[in-house]
């Protein structure tokens, strides 16, 4: 291989036991198209700058190279490429080697103004690698015994700082006035404010007593969060022993790895895992450059979260477009996936690897749930916060309009119609409208 045009081919057509990944590249001024799309594929493979390297002439060198199969220009400076890479270049079941591959040191190079990997098909060898969620949608619903309406769960606000007595109250007004789960808020993992082994301890209690009450299951998405993986498993444990159901992890600052060991751990436990996305806007927000929040999403299904994050569809207060949102929800969630052109993303085909429930969040109250219903459908988690605990009649009530909201959906009734008969979401609506959250 002479130099980084080597790695263009065109002419070929990819194979089923390929790793297909789909970039969007911004190629700076000056420099001609083929040198900065092949350089993607060469530091994203075997190659390096150095045109003279000897071991690039190997036969078994070249047959784990990445191929550039297809570019097609898409304004002055970009271009949409997509690159095969032979299954053997990879360590099946190593998401790490994987991503220091084709989402390494080709995100700084030179050669491009910006890069983004908007989409992986993954090959069955290597997706079958990978265990896949433990319970995925079914397994989660019969946990709870609520085959149609969408999972509801709610985060105490504020986010940290309140005691653990304070916390534990409010998942008491929640759970009791129809929530499913409480949830831990993704900087919530054991301060001393809110130890972790007293927050378990206590709230079994109340979940203990609301259950008796309701008649209904309550489960907690409790943070195990921390840079140690001792750590992480110690709390797993004690979460287990108490008889919960779910761990929660903030899957990108405990990384691949993380999310990965927590997934071997939980198996053992059988406990299910909540992936928060915290901190993924920073590489996937900008549009001409990072990794997909659709990459990450199918990285997470395959080292197997069962719930993970998705967005509103533009409803809520955080970025992600409907298109965008609806996308990561198909392929979480779908067998056969197909490629969607103006999305740039590829098809795939997700064998035994179970559905991941997508999580709608991010500043949603009674008022917009119909909008994400529309949108998203019913078969989602919806977790609302701010939307219940600023409620002017506290969480109790809040978390009765956010039920209420959810239920008046699914009986065909509008939100005005069922806040007649229901005070709590009358009074949500009177405060926030039908208003988005910007
Ligand atoms: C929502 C939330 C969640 C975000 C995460 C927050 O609170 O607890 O962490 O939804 O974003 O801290 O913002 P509110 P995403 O319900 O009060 O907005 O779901 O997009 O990953
Ligand atoms: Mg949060």
Not at 146 to 169: D, F, I, Q
Not at 321 to 347: A, C, F, M, P, Y
Request: charged share 25%; glycine share 10%; aromatic share 8%.
């Amino acid at each position: 291989m002479a130099g980084y045009e080597d790695f263009i081919n065109t002419k070929y057509k990819p194979k089923s036991t390929d790793l297909l990944v789909s970039f969007k590249v911004k190629i700076p001024k000056g420099v001609k198209k083929e040198k900065a799309i092949g350089a993607v594929a060469s530091e994203s493979s075997v190659g390096t700058w150095a045109s003279t390297v000897k071991g690039s002439e190997y036969s078994h060198v070249k047959k784990v190279a990445g191929t550039v199969y297809f570019v097609t220009q898409e304004s002055p400076t970009s271009y949409w490429t997509k690159i095969a890479y032979p299954q053997d270049h990879f360590e099946p079941g190593n998401m790490s080697q994987i991503l220091a591959s084709i989402a390494g040191n080709v995100f700084g190079m030179k050669a491009v103004d910006g890069l983004r990997i908007e989409d992986i098909k993954w090959p069955a060898k290597i997706r079958d690698s990978f265990p896949g969620p433990q319970f995925g949608i079914d397994g989660i619903r019969k946990i709870f015994k609520v085959k149609k309406r969408p999972l509801l769960l709610s985060v105490p606000k504020p986010k940290v700082g309140m005691t653990t007595p304070e916390h534990c109250e409010i998942g008491r007004q929640i759970w009791s006035g129809g929530i499913d789960l409480l949830k831990d808020d993704e900087n919530l993992s054991s301060q001393k404010f809110n130890p972790f082994e007293k927050r378990v301890r206590t709230a079994v209690k109340i979940r203990d007593r609301i259950e008796k009450e309701t008649g209904d299951k309550k489960s907690y998405l409790i943070n195990i969060t921390h840079s140690s993986y001792k750590e992480m498993e110690k709390r797993a444990k004690l979460i287990a022993d108490l008889g919960w159901e779910y761990v929660m992890i903030d899957i990108v600052t405990t990384g691949f790895s993380g999310v990965h060991s927590v997934r071997e751990l939980c198996q053992d436990l059988g406990l299910a895992i909540h992936a928060h996305r915290a901190m993924h806007a920073s590489f996937t927000r900008n549009p001409d450059h990072g990794f997909s929040m659709l990459a990450l999403a199918e990285t997470s299904r395959l080292l197997g979260v069962d719930n993970i994050h998705i967005g509103t569809a533009g409803v809520g207060k955080l970025v992600g477009t409907s298109d965008e949102v609806l996308s990561i929800q198909d392929h979480i969630t779908g067998k056969k996936v197909k490629e969607n052109k103006k999305l740039r993303t590829l098809g795939e085909d997700w064998g035994r690897i179970k559905p991941v429930f997508p999580v709608s969040s991010g500043g949603l109250h009674p008022g917009v749930l119909p909008d994400v219903m529309k949108k998203m459908g019913t078969n989602i988690m919806i977790q609302a916060g701010g939307g219940i605990h600023g409620h002017p009649g506290g969480s109790h009530a809040g978390a009765i309009a956010v039920r209420q909201a959810v239920e008046a959906y699914l009986d065909g009734e509008t939100l005005d119609e069922r806040a007649r008969k229901v005070p709590e979401l009358q009074q949500a609506l009177t405060l926030w409208g039908k208003k988005h959250i910007k």
